[in-house]
DNA sequence: GGAAGAAGTGAACCATGATTCAGACCTTGG
DNA sequence: CCAAGGTCTGAATCATGGTTCACTTCTTCC
């Protein structure tokens, strides 16, 4: 008996695993799921891929932690926004779906890689179920507003999960092509309103728009 | 000289063609495009693995050839719905969503494949054109309602991407799990008053709707 | 019937990329 | 400084599954 793992080596061992995700999160969001290989984000983190696997058991759970990282912390926004966000739960409805969106574009690459990219069985999975969340998100919401006579009586699940597939379907396109900022925003304004209308809250949004 | 291809030669080639066709889209509906493989369908279609390359370049281009003809039959019948269905456009936009979530019942399998199973880049890549051609299709049934004063003003591309992407998402889970009749005929009430919602038709659906 | 020329078979071949592992290199406590 | 026990490396190994191909089995036409 000679060696004990010290304070100091743990703290470089986390590092390490920190940083791997890390990288392994930005190859992802540059390449997609396909284009990286244990390899590539072994490289990218600055160690070779035998050492990948003394932080992770598979290339899949690296890729799980990966994705639950990312999406996790896009469910903690929009379920505060949802949630605490002021307002009645149209404004905060609005509110969430907004920032949702204007994230999604701060970060493109990311965005499409967790809502759209192509990607194996094990992160599929990870969607589906970070789509539920999403989803239990937007029901409470909408079920606040129909309590409170703001919408009208419907099914808040069916509702939830259309604005999810709705949301993310809208920004598919917009995040994988570019375009300006002035069509981002504007982009962000009818994106709001179709929830709104989704949920069937009143028309507030129409106001001074012409056209 | 002494052998021409003869008619007869050529409709049993097509025939294996098209049995190749038929089975692997009903292999992907029943084990999902990962489970495919050469092999598995090939044992299907009565042939061997070697004779798929008979009628395919290549395992992706099958699998290509089979989401196109699965996918057009309902961009057809979609189409033909919106379009030519009879009523006002907000009359034929409900039963386009409708006749759509119905015939993804009928055939769960198909449809979830189709819908979202897990599928290799060039699949990915059809289903992403076939979401164009739904969303090209919902936005003449929202640009014609909007002209005719049924709906208000929007743009019509935004709120055909979100009719896309909600009903995609609505039917996913129901599709994946079981369910009674009497659920699934709820969930399309719900699913088509949404989607009437989604595009600001006045609410109609309801009855004795308040408001 | 037989030559010419497909079509069909399925085992061998290959490409890809994850995973392993034997050895090199560090850290620690004595 | 040493022994013990980690960590790190990267080339070799494996697994998977698409693709090829030498060979067999039809078909056609003379």
Redesign the pocket.
């Known amino acids: 008996?000679?060696?004990?793992?010290?304070p100091?080596?743990r703290m470089?061992?986390d590092a390490?695993r920190e940083r791997l995700v890390t990288e392994a999160t930005a190859v992802v969001a540059e390449v997609g799921w396909?284009g990286?290989?244990?390899?590539v984000v072994?490289a990218a983190a600055?160690?070779?891929?035998?050492?990948?696997?003394?932080?992770f058991?598979?290339?899949?759970a690296l890729a799980v932690e990966v994705f639950r990282r990312a999406a996790g912390r896009e469910v903690e926004v929009l379920g505060a926004v949802l949630r605490d966000g002021g307002g009645d739960a149209v404004a905060r409805l609005a509110c969430g779906v907004e920032i949702f969106a204007r994230r999604a574009f701060e970060r493109r690459g990311l965005a499409y890689a967790l809502l759209a990219a192509p990607a194996d069985e094990a992160v599929c999975a990870e969607r589906l179920e970070f789509r539920h969340r999403y989803r239990a998100l937007f029901a409470e919401v909408v079920r606040e507003g129909t309590a409170a006579g703001l919408l009208p009586p419907q099914d808040p699940e069916v509702t939830a999960a259309a604005l999810t597939g709705a949301v993310g379907e809208v920004l598919v396109d917009p995040l994988a092509v570019p375009g300006t900022d002035a069509a981002a925003e504007a982009l962000l304004a009818e994106l709001t309103a179709m929830a709104l209308r989704c949920a069937g809250a009143r028309t507030v949004q129409g106001g001074t728009d012409d056209r």
Chains 1, 2 share one sequence.
């Open positions: 008996m000679a060696y004990r793992e010290t100091a080596v470089r061992l390490a396909a990286a290989s244990v390899g072994a600055g160690m070779s891929a035998g050492s990948v696997y003394q932080h058991a598979s290339k899949t």
